[in-house]
């Protein structure tokens, strides 16, 4: 490490500031995009897309949520007919979660207007730049990851 302890603290209260901004424009972008899907429900959304379907259970694992959180998204995704639960094919007792067409239209519409805002914001940037943002958000997410704590 480099840098006083005194520099490192005030980056890190850089960090945590810009951090939760970035959060907040992230909730109020989604609550544009789609009123009825909150960015909690969006997020289970394009997880349960992006594996081509998983359990609940996976869900409140992966994002180290309360299961009974997660069930209310899932039941939310349900009633907007976003997602549907079909039986795993080697344990029919098993529930495993599956993005309708409706769903996947919706992440589809929704991420095209993400990408764009992205390109707007991000436009002035190079490709270095943004090379090294994305390798810094991996490497604070997977950091998350490792110790089994979110920020």
């Known amino acids: ?6 520099e490192r603290e005030e980056s890190l209260e850089v960090i945590q500031r810009e951090l939760t901004a970035f959060a907040r424009r992230a909730r109020a972008a989604a609550a544009r995009l789609h009123p009825d899907l909150p960015l909690v429900s969006y997020t289970l959304l394009a997880h349960i897309d992006h594996r081509q379907g998983c359990r609940a259970t996976d869900l409140a694992a992966h994002y180290m949520l309360d299961k009974s959180t997660v069930s209310r998204q899932i039941a939310a995704l349900e009633k907007l007919g976003l997602v549907e639960r079909h ?9 495993v979660l599956h993005p309708t067409a409706a769903g996947v239209r919706t992440l589809a519409s929704t991420q095209a207007s993400r990408h764009a805002a992205y390109r707007e914001r991000l436009g002035e940037w ?7 943002f994305a390798e810094y ?8 990851e490792d110790t089994g704590r979110s920020t």
């Not at 039986?87 to 529930?95: K, S, T, Y």
């Not at 190079?126 to 090294?132: A, C, H, P, Q």
Request: cysteine-free; charged content about 30%.
């Open 1 to 6: 490490m480099t840098g006083s302890p005194r």
């Open 126 to 132: 190079t490709t270095e730049d943004l090379g090294r």
């Open 137 to 144: 958000l991996l490497r604070y997410n997977e950091a998350g």
């Open 87 to 95: 039986p795993a094919p080697d344990d029919q007792r098993i529930q």
